[in-house]
């Protein structure tokens, strides 16, 4: 892959000797979702990996980083990162605190560094995907490597979808 074609969080990588892989997919403008991703990777939903912004009363920004078939659970993020309560942030706050767009939020590279939640279930994979930092394209990272990269606690902090809007 062409030097220009990096992300600034591949980058980063990079710099501190990590190895991963840049994996391009198509990005559908309509389905950011990542079922999506996982359908275009050929790989199972439990290795794409989610970046979710929230905010926690006490902490102020965190980050949760949850396996695709499932959702975070925000009672079990406030508690692991010792908040009374956490809401999920206002989309149009994404950019100016992360610097990253909607379907394009990686966890490494972020503006400021927050506390970062990653799902347990990461570690039962030798890899796993998250944003690269752009819409359309993932890495291919090992857990405990993105895990010691960005400083994450690994945490219970997912449960499964609900079917609010499905019917």
Do not use: W
Request: contains cysteine.
């Amino acid at each position: 892959m062409k030097e220009n074609k990096k992300t600034n969080a591949a980058r980063l990588l990079d710099q501190k000797g990590i190895a991963y892989e840049l994996i391009a997919y198509p990005v559908d403008e309509n389905d950011l979702g990542a079922e999506h991703i996982a359908e275009s990777l050929q790989e199972p939903i439990e290795r794409v990996f989610k970046t979710i912004l929230v905010r926690g009363d006490k902490t102020g920004p965190i980050i949760g980083v949850v396996p695709g078939n499932l959702e975070i659970v925000l009672k079990s993020l406030a508690k692991a990162s010792q908040n009374k309560s956490v809401e999920t942030v206002p989309l149009k706050e994404l950019q100016p605190l992360t610097g990253y767009i909607r379907g394009g939020c990686s966890p490494i590279g972020l503006k400021k560094p927050f506390p970062i939640f990653i799902h347990e279930t990461a570690l039962q994979f030798d890899f796993i995907y998250v944003s690269a930092g752009v819409r359309g394209m993932q890495l291919k990272i090992s857990p405990k490597d993105l895990i010691q990269t960005v400083h994450a606690t690994v945490a219970a902090i997912a449960g499964p979808k609900t079917e609010k809007g499905k019917y």
